[in-house]
C-alpha cells in the first residue's frame, strides 16, 4: 500500500476510529519502547535506576530522582517536572514520596510508571502507564496493578474523590496516579 492509499484510507475513517487508531498506535509504541527498556535494565533494581533514567534509548529527557512530595497531590506517589537544574539537557525532576527512598523494592514500581509520562506528557492517560509498568517490569497488567495499590497505600496515597473514602483504597482507585 502506497502512503498516498494509506492518507486516503485515514480520511475515510471517523473521528473515533481515527482517535482509536492512534491510541492503538501509541500503546503499541510503548510496549515496544518498555520491551527495549526491560531488555537493557530487567530485572529493573534500585540499583539499575539511574543508568535507565539517563539512557535516551528509554527516556526521552534525562531524569533526576528526588525524594520530595514537590508539587504532588495527595493521591499520587510520584509526579514529574521540569528539572530547572538541568535545563540545558531538557531535564527532569521525578518527585517520589520521601518513604520510598527506604524501599527499594517499591521504587521500580513507582519509577516504570511514571515514564509514559515523562516521555509523553498530558497525552498519557493510566492506562499507558499500566502498560508500560507491566512490560517494564516483566508483569501481567493486573499484577502490575496489584502491586501499584500496595505501594500506594503503602506511602499512605490518598483516594482521589472523597466519595471514594468509603470503599478500599486500592478498589476505589479509578486511576491510579497519572493524571492529575
Not at 60 to 88: C, K, Y
Not at 97 to 116: E, F, G, N, T
Request: hydrophobic share 40%; glycine share 4%.
Amino acid at each position: 500500500m502506497t502512503t498516498s492509499t494509506q492518507t486516503a484510507d485515514l480520511r475515510k475513517l471517523s473521528s473515533a476510529e481515527l482517535e482509536q487508531l492512534g491510541q492503538q498506535s501509541l500503546r503499541e509504541h510503548l510496549v515496544a519502547q518498555a520491551i527495549v527498556a526491560h531488555q537493557k535494565y530487567g530485572p529493573l533494581t534500585a540499583d539499575k535506576m539511574d543508568a535507565l533514567l539517563h539512557d535516551p534509548d528509554c527516556l526521552r529527557h534525562p531524569v533526576r530522582l528526588v525524594f520530595e512530595f514537590g508539587e504532588m497531590a495527595m493521591h499520587q506517589f510520584a509526579q514529574p517536572d521540569i528539572d530547572w537544574r538541568n535545563t540545558e539537557q531538557d531535564g527532569r525532576v521525578l518527585y517520589i514520596r520521601p518513604l520510598l527512598q527506604s524501599r527499594p523494592d517499591l521504587l521500580p514500581l513507582a519509577v516504570a510508571y511514571m515514564i509514559p509520562l515523562i516521555n509523553y506528557g498530558d497525552i498519557i492517560a493510566d492506562d499507558h502507564c499500566l502498560v508500560y509498568g507491566a512490560t517494564l517490569l516483566g508483569m501481567m497488567e493486573s499484577e502490575f496493578y496489584e502491586r501499584l495499590c500496595v505501594l500506594s497505600d503503602t506511602v499512605g496515597a490518598e483516594t482521589r474523590l472523597a466519595s471514594e473514602q468509603t470503599a478500599s483504597a486500592c478498589a476505589a482507585r479509578a486511576a491510579i496516579n497519572c493524571l492529575k
